[in-house]
């Protein structure tokens, strides 16, 4: 048995749209970005939808190719909700089940803002209105809910690293464990995203209502906004992104992007 991570998220839905039909030889475990990370460190998963800072944490993890989750400015569902403006923050409270946007935020207050800041967790269950950090992240469904008209500013992680970088931001990749054979199950999350792609209304129409959110809402922002692929310029974001936390010590240095190929693979025979 195959044993796949997916973060539980409404943009991760289109990846993994028909998955337990085209992948019966997989279990899929649904939870928190931040959690399905830390179960592929401890080996408790195979191949995991893991936030990107992650992949760089891990040991040799291989990418499967041309698959992520991206925005190419507004990504609607990170969001810094602050009661100052940038330039004045000096404490933020993290969202935890986030790793990528919460190294983002990090690096947009010390790299763009030249910010030193106090962090803390912010929980599932607390109320962000009643944090006392001039700042909350706020990701995921959460995000998209969250109205908090006691913050003055609602900024947008998405658009904000696209002005300055003016480069797509990958938050997520499905990462694999060194040395696991995914029997086909790397061609089964290809075909679920190919799948995601063609029924993302049918998908923001059943999720819409579990989430409290508008049908049309969810489908736009699952057709325009957030980005599937693994182009040439969501790399060059992440390349970008890496760099930055490197320099912050929120990744490892040295580490190269490796794509997974199957084991019996043209490619692989070739080597
Ligand atoms: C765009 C989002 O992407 C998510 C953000 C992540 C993070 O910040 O670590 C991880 C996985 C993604 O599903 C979001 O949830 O809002």
Not at 71 to 97: C, E, M, Y
Not at 115 to 141: C, F, K, Y
Request: include cysteine; proline fraction near 5%; hydrophobic fraction near 40%.
């Amino acid at each position: 048995m195959i044993r796949v991570g997916s973060v539980n998220y409404l943009n991760a839905k289109p990846l993994i749209e028909g998955f337990a039909a085209l992948a019966p030889q997989a279990e899929l475990v649904l939870d928190l970005p931040s959690r399905i990370a830390d179960q592929l460190h401890r080996k408790e998963l195979d191949v995991a939808l893991v936030p990107v800072v992650e992949f760089f944490r891990g040991t040799r993890y291989k990418i499967i190719p041309d698959i992520s989750i991206a925005s190419h400015g507004p990504v609607l569902s990170v969001t810094l909700f602050s009661r100052k403006p940038w330039d004045q923050i000096n404490s933020v409270a993290l969202d935890i089940g986030s790793r990528s946007s919460a190294a983002l935020t990090q690096i947009l207050l010390r790299k763009r803002y030249y910010r030193q800041i106090t962090l803390e967790p912010l929980s599932m269950t607390s109320d962000p209105e009643n944090s006392t950090a001039d700042a909350v992240l706020l990701i995921g469904d959460r995000a998209m809910r969250a109205c908090l008209p006691g913050f003055d500013f609602a900024y947008d992680l998405g658009e904000e690293w696209t002005r300055w970088q003016e480069l797509p931001f990958v938050y997520a990749v499905w990462a694999v464990r060194e040395g696991v054979d995914l029997e086909g199950v790397d061609e089964a999350l290809r075909q679920a995203k190919e799948l995601g792609r063609t029924r993302a209304g049918w998908i923001a129409q059943r999720e819409a209502e579990d989430l409290g959110l508008d049908p049309g809402y969810c489908r736009r922002y699952l057709t325009n906004i957030i980005h599937y692929d693994l182009g040439k310029q969501e790399l060059a974001g992440l390349q970008q992104y890496y760099q930055l936390a490197t320099e912050l010590g929120l990744a490892p240095e040295g580490v190269q992007i490796e794509y997974y190929h199957p084991k019996n693979s043209v490619e692989s025979r070739r080597r």
